[in-house]
């Protein structure tokens, strides 16, 4: 799938081929850059961690080390090919903590440098690095030149890596359900069985169209790392990355920016991100990353339907498409709570759990200027299931959005105060229907018991 993709970097795909030493599992040719090889080590049991021994300690009395095969295959590979190899352990493993210098390995950029180059050599980091020099007979300097090209691709798992696979096919103009997916997965295991070692984007394109994989036109793929670091950031056609602006060391935590000032850096990013998108032509999108609801929503408000631009998304690894076939719900039933603080109207959209209490306290607490909040349920109450798929989803989008505006038609208000819970597919198909409302200012989560804090401002 990356070889194909629109603009791919990538001129040709190898598959367990000659002359590349260990890495010789899964091999991109770039155009013009550093080659990558993969090294793949998928663990039936996850439960042993990727340490000093994992990596130092031969699998057998006549077999190697695993980091005496990357040192091996890094030293005939930077003097063959015209630019520094990429060398990735790929792995279902997850790192050691404990390890003094494995757990300096950057979330971000999968690579042990530049924290194991400004190790001081007295810690126990530094001192493991002189070990390793030890064991592959060289010097310092030389094993930390291996580690500008060796990355870690870690913790991976088999439902991450089909919703990547999925996302690429949709990005490709692919069929994308599970038995697309499954048939691609053959075309490979065929490959693999007939001894095919080499194939270029045409040898590719034609597999897809034999097995009758094509669907449509080509998409961008715009991935929003907000909460959480995505492992192939190189998939997408733009990255934002947004994880060290935010509060909180894991994803659970990571509610708010540091600085409230950077919501706004966010969005200007997001309008960046659809121009880019637009400077090149393309009018559909999908939308790949770890984000909350307001990013969602905001995120389909720049994408907005009347612009003429499709987004999809994969909703527990089914796509939800802006176009997908309308399905017929029950109207959302409608609560009003009268605050009478104001001109200004409060929305809580409470597809997955009724947040009315939360939102009423919250805005009695701030003191908004807000005159009622308008609670829009499902028909049989907020649960976990409420939207059934994509077809689901574009018809709450139509009906949430047109309660709204009646709403609005009924005791108008200068501006909408949103509050956002359910699937994020949905937020992300509100928002890219979110036209003819009023000026709304969308807001986040911070837990139960924690109210809300004010993100993104959208125009509408």
Known sequence: MRVIQPRSPYSQLEIESNGAGNVDDVILRA?????????????????????????????????????????????????????????????????????????????????????ARLADPASDAGRRIDDWAKLLKCDRDEVL????????????????????????????????????????????????????????????????????????????????????????????????????????????????????????????????AVETIALQGLKDIVLRGYMRQATFFTVGTRFAQVSGTTITYLQNGVAWASNAKHVPVPAPSNITTTIGAGKELAVAIGMSVDPTTAVTRYITDANLPIGRVLTLLPADGAHDQSVAGPGAAVAYAQA???????????????????????????????????????????????????????AFEVDA
């Open 400 to 454: 949430l959005r047109n309660a709204i505006r009646q709403e609005l038609e009924r005791d108008p208000a200068t501006r909408v105060h949103l509050f956002l819970a359910g699937p994020g597919g949905l937020a992300l198909l509100l928002g890219h229907r979110w036209n003819r409302v009023a000026p709304t200012a969308v807001y986040e989560d911070l837990g139960t018991g924690h109210g809300y804090v004010p």
């Open 145 to 272: 030149a291996m580690l500008d090209a060796l990355f870690f691709k870690v913790g991976l798992t088999v439902s991450s890596e089909e919703d990547r696979a999925r996302t690429l096919m949709l990005a490709n103009g692919l069929l994308s359900d599970k038995d697309a997916l499954d048939r691609g997965v053959g075309l490979v295991a065929e490959w693999v069985r007939e001894g095919r070692r080499v194939l270029s984007p045409e040898d590719i394109r034609t597999e897809v169209e034999r097995v009758s994989l094509h669907a449509h036109d080509p998409r961008a793929v715009l991935l929003v790392q907000a909460i959480k670091h995505d492992p192939h950031p190189d998939d997408a056609t733009v990255v934002l990355d947004w994880v060290d602006l935010y509060e909180g060391d894991t994803p659970p935590l990571r509610r708010r920016p540091r600085d409230p000032a950077d919501w706004a850096t966010m969005s200007d990013d997001i309008d960046q």
């Open 31 to 115: 155009n013009a850059d550093r080659h990558r090889y993969a090294q793949v080590k998928w663990a039936a049991q996850t439960a042993d961690l990727i340490n000093d021994a994992y990596l130092t300690v031969p699998p057998s009395k006549t077999g190697k080390a695993l980091l005496t095969k990357f040192h091996a295959s890094w030293k005939l590979l930077r003097h063959r090919d015209d630019a520094p190899p990429i060398m990735e352990l790929t792995t279902n493993r997850a790192l050691d903590p404990a390890d003094p210098l494995l757990s300096l390995v950057d979330g971000r950029t999968d690579c042990l440098n530049p924290l």
